[in-house]
């Protein structure tokens, strides 16, 4: 009895790990596809070339809110 109730506490935290997983997963790729999109609109906003999808989607969530707060910052500064 106690193997069979210590596999079922182990499948049950396997299984809750495998479902925050995903939740936490599915957060950030929204957090990217955010940032992507705003990069690219602020890149139009500039008269800039857009970068690619493929190039962006390289890069992790903190390198592209760094460049989408570079790009604000130039589309700022030119607007004044």
Known sequence: KFQRDERARLTYAEQKGRAEGRQEGRQEGRGEGE????????????????????????MDLSAL???????????RSRES
């Open 65 to 75: 809110e760094m460049m989408a707060a570079d790009l604000q910052t130039q589309l």
């Open 35 to 58: 940032q992507i999109g705003r990069i690219r609109l602020l890149q139009q906003l500039l008269g800039m070339s857009e970068s690619s999808s493929d190039q962006l989607a390289q």
